[in-house]
Structure formats: structure tokens, C-alpha cells
């Protein structure tokens, strides 16, 4: 069984207990998440690494925001290699981060499924 | 209260402002950083903002930089929203004229409270102002009456004259005083005397428009200036100011009482260039006139063929012989 990536207890007290404010989070997640994953996906593949950091950074904010601390992790450490123009290692960490990034957004599915139930 | 959230991510700028309406504040949520400025900088913008330190157009810093820019608007209080933990980055946010910083992700409670202390700070900001505009208004108005004082009554009839001069306008001058006010106040009190003096003041302000001048000179003397008039109009408004005054007595808390007013004129145009004190001399001068004619009229200063001799501007001002 995989481990949870979402904290949901630390969400639950970032939103004081506002179930109506989770679903608005996750539904904007859920629709926020794939883009800013795509602009990551491509400037980590142009090797450019101003765009990196921008990228990883605006999305290690909404991982924080939906007290996904292991995602959110993984994304600061490509931020921290973007701003070090570390170009040699974007691809590697990027993977590693592709790999929970899936898994996330399958547990947004069940966390969403819960919130509205 | 007003507060401001600025954060280009939509989660973020969701949460907080969600949180933020939760503690009862007035939300405006913008995007980026030249909205946030553009709405702090308005006159009657927020006073509280909760600005995401990277975001498009300008950063957090740059508005905090932007927005102490402007020195002529009510403090605004910033806080710095930011995963930045170095302790340069911290220096760099406070020196751009940020008040706080706060790292994401936030505590709700934590952040509520940090906002009470800026609202504290702005309250105290409020108060400090009130008490300056209170001693502003003391040391330039009569305690009485509310009317300006002697010292800038004077001044703003200088600045008047100048004024008229240089575009070649006419100011009238009056100068007024209450007929036989010790007999007020040996007959109803000096209780009486005051509301008499209080009920002139409001009649006479009442009797001017907005960008005329009335203070209070001396006891029961009164100044006004009736600015850019022509001679015509200063003539038939001293006349209507003084039937004003007249017309029916004060309501006082010894009965009603009887007043009238006697006013020296002088029309600025005819007189060239003469200094304040001068002219002032010479609307007593006229003032003087009135009272020997008999009171409750006005009499116009009129200009000697010759100018006045020094002998007779270093005399006695008439109004100490009243």
C-alpha cells in the first residue's frame, strides 16, 4: 500500500476544518496541477535553467498549500538545482519527482472522493 | 477592515483569502504585483497587505518599495508571504519597507495574530494623527468660537492681499464689533456674553461663501475678508451680513438677546500697496466711524488725497478707545 502523500490532518487544520475550502483546493489543483507539471516537464527537458526554478518553485507553493510534504520536497529540490544551474541533474530529480506526482494525483482523486462524501 | 492579498498562485491566494474573510476582513485578492500596487496606492486603499514575495510583473518587495514611495497616504501594513528562510533574503524584505514576514506554508493562527499587531500599529498611526489634527485645529482656531484665531486670520488676509494684488482683484475687508457687548454682558452674564459670541461667529460664517475668511480678532471683534470681490459686492454684502447679524436676537440660556454690529469696510483695489497693519488701521479707523455715526452700520475706509503721515499710523488703534 502506498504511503500518503497528502497530510491530511495538516490540511485540515490549514483550512480550520472548512471541508467546502478543501474541495476548492483540491478542484484547484486538480486543474491547476497538470499545467504547471507540463511547463516544469519542458524546461527541465530545455535544459534552461531560469525556467526550471520559476517552475518548481510556483509549484512547490501548491504543494505546500495541499500539505503534500514529500512532493513538495522533491520539486524543492529541482528549484535548488534550477537556481544552481545544475542542468546535469534536472532530469534525474525530475523523474523521481514525475514518479510521486503520479501517485499524488491519484490520492487528490481519493482525498476529493472523501471531502465531498 | 480592509486587506489586500497578492499571490499569483490561485491555491494560495484562495486559502488565504478564504482565512482572511473567516477573521472578519474585507478581502481584495489581485495576481500580481502592479495590481497590488496600483490598489495600496490608491487614497482609500487598504491599509493591510499580504504579499507572495515572487510573483509576475513586480515582486513583493517592489511593491513594499513602491508603495513607501508615497508619503502623502496613511501608513499601509505590509507582510512578506515567502518559502525564502535565508537570513539575507528576511533582510532584504524588511529593507524594501516590508513590516513582517511570514514563511509559507502559513499557520492560520499565527498569521491572524500578526495581523492584529499591524492593526494595532494602524490604530495607533490613527490616533497620532487625530491628536495632531486636534492640536492643529487648537493652535490655529478661537476656543470659542471655532473660528480662526487672531494670528491666522491675519495671515490668510496677507496671503489674500497678495493674491488680489498680483491678479489685480479686489479684496473686501471687514471688521466688525459688537455693539454694546458689555452691556450683554453686565445685563444677561458672561455665560450669555459667550453664546452671543458663539451664535455671531456661526451667523457670520453662515453669511459668506466657502472661499471667504472670518476669524475672530479680539474680544468682540470680528474679521472677515470677502475674497476676489468687486467693490459692488463687498458694499451690498457688508450691508446683508450686518441686517444678518441683526435681524433677530440670540437665543441665550438667559433669555433672548438683542444684537448688532457695527463694520468698518475697505476695499483692497483702492488702496494699492499697503501693508496688513496699515490697512488694518485704516478699516478701524472706519469701524470708529460706524460707532460714532451710531452703530449697527458700515462705513467704507476712504482713501486720503495724501498718504498717511507716520504720526498717524503709530496712533492709538481706535478699537482701544472703544
Known amino acids: 500500500m502506498a504511503k ?4 491530511l490532518g495538516e490540511l485540515l487544520e490549514r483550512t480550520e476544518n472548512d471541508r467546502e475550502l478543501m474541495k476548492d483546493l483540491l478542484t484547484i489543483f486538480k486543474e491547476e496541477f497538470p499545467q504547471r507539471h507540463q511547463a516544469l516537464r519542458e524546461a527541465v527537458q530545455s535544459l534552461n535553467a531560469t525556467h526550471v526554478a520559476l517552475e518548481a518553485h510556483a509549484l512547490k507553493g501548491m504543494l505546500s498549500n495541499l500539505a503534500a510534504p514529500e512532493a513538495s520536497a522533491s520539486v524543492a529540490e529541482i528549484e535548488r538545482l534550477g537556481r544552481n544551474n545544475e542542468t546535469s541533474r534536472f532530469l ?9 506526482a503520479k501517485e499524488l494525483s491519484r490520492q487528490v482523486e481519493d482525498c476529493m472522493a472523501e471531502v465531498s462524501g | 477592515m480592509r486587506i489586500l492579498i497578492a499571490d499569483d498562485e490561485l491555491m494560495s491566494r484562495r486559502l488565504l483569502e478564504k482565512t482572511m474573510q473567516r477573521a472578519g476582513y474585507d478581502v481584495t485578492a489581485v495576481e500580481n504585483g502592479q495590481l497590488a500596487a496600483a490598489e495600496l496606492c490608491k487614497p482609500e486603499g487598504p491599509r493591510l497587505a499580504l504579499l507572495d514575495w515572487i510573483m509576475p510583473e513586480l515582486d513583493g518587495p517592489g511593491v513594499c518599495r513602491e508603495v513607501r514611495k508615497r508619503k502623502d497616504h496613511s501608513y499601509v501594513y505590509m507582510i512578506l508571504l515567502t518559502s525564502k528562510e535565508k537570513k539575507e533574503d528576511v533582510v532584504a524584505g524588511l529593507e524594501s519597507g516590508a513590516d513582517d514576514y511570514l514563511t509559507k506554508p502559513f499557520d492560520p493562527e499565527e498569521l491572524k495574530a500578526r495581523l492584529r499587531t499591524g492593526k494595532r500599529i494602524l490604530d495607533l498611526e490613527d490616533r497620532l494623527i487625530e491628536a495632531r489634527e486636534e492640536m492643529r485645529f487648537q493652535a490655529t482656531h478661537d476656543a470659542l ?9 491675519m495671515e490668510l488676509l496677507g496671503r489674500e492681499l497678495t493674491r488680489a494684488r498680483r491678479e489685480n482683484k479686489c479684496t473686501a475687508i471687514l471688521l466688525g464689533d459688537l455693539d454694546h457687548f ?3 454682558n453686565d445685563t444677561y452674564g458672561h455665560l450669555a456674553g459667550d453664546e ?3 451664535e455671531t461667529a456661526r451667523r457670520l460664517v453662515s453669511s459668506v461663501r466657502s472661499y471667504d475668511f472670518v476669524g475672530r480678532f479680539g474680544g468682540e471683534e470680528f474679521l472677515v475678508t470677502l475674497n476676489n470681490c468687486d467693490p459692488a459686492f463687498g458694499l451690498a454684502r457688508a450691508e446683508k451680513i450686518r441686517k444678518t447679524i441683526a435681524e433677530n436676537p440670540v437665543e441665550t440660556s438667559a433669555g433672548p438677546v438683542p444684537i448688532s454690529i457695527s463694520f468698518g469696510l475697505l476695499l483692497s483695489q483702492e488702496w494699492g500697496y499697503m501693508s496688513v497693519v496699515e490697512l488694518l488701521h ?10 460714532a455715526a451710531g452703530r449697527n452700520c458700515v462705513k467704507v475706509a476712504a482713501p486720503k488725497a495724501q498718504p498717511a503721515s507716520p504720526r498717524e499710523l503709530a496712533a492709538e488703534p481706535a478699537w482701544r478707545r472703544r
Do not use: Q
Not at chain 2, 145 to 153: E, K, P
Open chain 1, 92 to 100: 534525474e530529480s525530475f523523474s523521481r519527482f514525475e514518479a510521486i
Open chain 1, 4 to 7: 500518503n502523500l497528502i497530510d
Open chain 2, 196 to 198: 452671543v459670541l458663539k
Open chain 2, 182 to 184: 458689555k452691556n450683554v
Open chain 2, 282 to 291: 485704516e478699516v478701524d479707523t472706519a469701524l470708529y466711524a460706524a460707532k
Open chain 2, 145 to 153: 468660537t471655532s473660528l480662526w484665531n487672531r494670528g491666522v486670520i
